[in-house]
C-alpha cells in the first residue's frame, strides 16, 4: 500500500518504514495519496486460502511458521497485526477478520480489499 500512496503513521505523525515490526507502532494511516483512479478499478482478489488477517488461523501464526518464525517473533508479530487491524476497523470501519482471505500473503487480502474496495475469491 505504500508504493500506491498509503502512508502509515506513528503516534508522532511520523511515517513508518513498513516493516513487520513497524506493525505494532501503526497509529494513523494516511490515504489521502492514492491515486484516484483506483476508484475506478474492480478488483479481485484470488486467494486459495481463506484465513483471516489476526488469530490462531490468521497471517502471523500460519504463514509466519512458514517462513520460520520462532514463536517469540511470531507473538511480536501477531500483537503488531492485531493493532494493524485495530487501525484498519477505525478508520474504514470494516474488520479484516470478517474477509475470507484477508490473511493471504501476509495480510495482502486485507489490503487489497480494506484499501482499494477488492472483493476476495477463495478457489482451493
Same mark, same amino acid.
Given at each position: ?8 503513521? $506513528? ?9 513487520? !515490526? $513497524? ?6 494511516? $494516511? ?7 483506483? %476508484? ?9 486460502? %481463506? ?5 490462531? $488461523? ?7 511458521? +512458514? ?10 508479530? !501477531? %500483537? ?9 476497523? +477505525? ?6 477478520? !470478517? ?26
Amino acid at each position: 500500500m505504500r508504493a500506491l500512496g498509503v502512508r502509515f503513521l $506513528d503516534a508522532g505523525g511520523e511515517e513508518l518504514n513498513g516493516r513487520g !515490526e $513497524d506493525l505494532i507502532r501503526v497509529s494513523s494511516i $494516511d490515504t489521502s495519496g492514492l491515486d484516484p483512479r483506483l %476508484n475506478k478499478v474492480k478488483l479481485t482478489v484470488m486467494c486459495d486460502v %481463506n484465513n483471516p488477517l489476526c488469530g490462531p $488461523d490468521g497471517a502471523a501464526y500460519t504463514f509466519g511458521k +512458514q517462513k520460520g518464525g520462532t514463536p517469540p517473533v511470531l507473538d511480536q508479530l !501477531e %500483537n503488531g497485526m492485531i493493532n494493524y487491524r485495530n487501525i484498519m476497523i +477505525q478508520k474504514f470501519g470494516i474488520n479484516p477478520d !470478517e474477509i475470507p482471505g484477508s490473511g493471504a500473503a501476509g495480510g495482502l487480502g486485507a489490503a487489497l480489499c480494506i484499501f482499494l474496495g477488492g472483493t476476495t475469491k477463495i478457489r482451493y
